[in-house]
C-alpha cells in the first residue's frame, strides 16, 4: 500500500522525480502509523493528492477575489508552485519543499529545501536533504533538542550529518525564491492593470 502512495507521491508532488530517501521513510513511518519526530511540531508529510499550498485558494472571499493585488499574489504563487515542490506542511498553514528553479545550477545536489510560512515568506533553510533542513527549522539555537530529534530520527535510519544546527550545510537557492515571487507577483499587477 506504501509502495503505490509513494509512487503517487513522486508524480504528484515531486513532478515524477524519486522520492529521497529521508522523506520515504518518514511517509512510511506516518501513513503506517508508526508515526515521526516532527509529528510532535507539527510537520506532516502531505499526501500524494493534496492541493499544493501555493496554488489552493479556496479560502478567498468574492471580494478578495475581485482585488487585482490579490489576485495578482495569487498568480504569481501559482507560478512559484511550478518551481517549488511541496512535501510537508506545518500546523500554522505553513508547508517545506524542494527548490527546483531552471536556473538553479545543475550541479547543486540535492535542492535546498524552503519553508513558506502563512504570510508567504520564504525561508531558505540549512541541511542537505529535506529531514536536516526541518531539524534546523526546529532546532534554532537549542543543541539538546536537535540532538534528541536527530537520535529519534536515527531510529527511523534517517541520518543527520551534524552534531549540531550550527554543523548543517547551508545550500543557498538560486534565484532566490523571496525575489522570484516578488517578480512574478510585479508582473502580474501590471498584467492586470493594477493601480500603483
Known sequence: MCEERLKEFSRLRLDGRPVPEDVRLLATAQWEGRGHPFE????????????????????????????????????????????????????????????????????????????????????????????????YDIAFDDDALFAEVAAALAELHVPVSAGSRAGLAE??????????HRRLYHSERERLGAAG
Open 40 to 135: 510532535q511540531f507539527g510537520i506532516t508529510i502531505l499526501e500524494p493528492g493534496a492541493p499544493h499550498p501555493l496554488t489552493d485558494f479556496s479560502y478567498l472571499s468574492a471580494e478578495e477575489r475581485a482585488d487585482p493585488d490579490i489576485m495578482a499574489n495569487c498568480a504569481a504563487s501559482t507560478q512559484m508552485a511550478t518551481y517549488l515542490m511541496a512535501v510537508a506542511q506545518d500546523e500554522d498553514s505553513g508547508f517545506y519543499g524542494y527548490w527546483l528553479h531552471p536556473e538553479q545550477r545543475v550541479d547543486r545536489q540535492p535542492p535546498p529545501v524552503v519553508k513558506v510560512d502563512s504570510e508567504l515568506t520564504y525561508w531558505e533553510l540549512g541541511g542537505r536533504t529535506f529531514a536536516e533542513a526541518c531539524l
Open 171 to 180: 545550500l543557498s537557492a538560486d534565484p532566490a525564491p523571496e525575489d522570484t
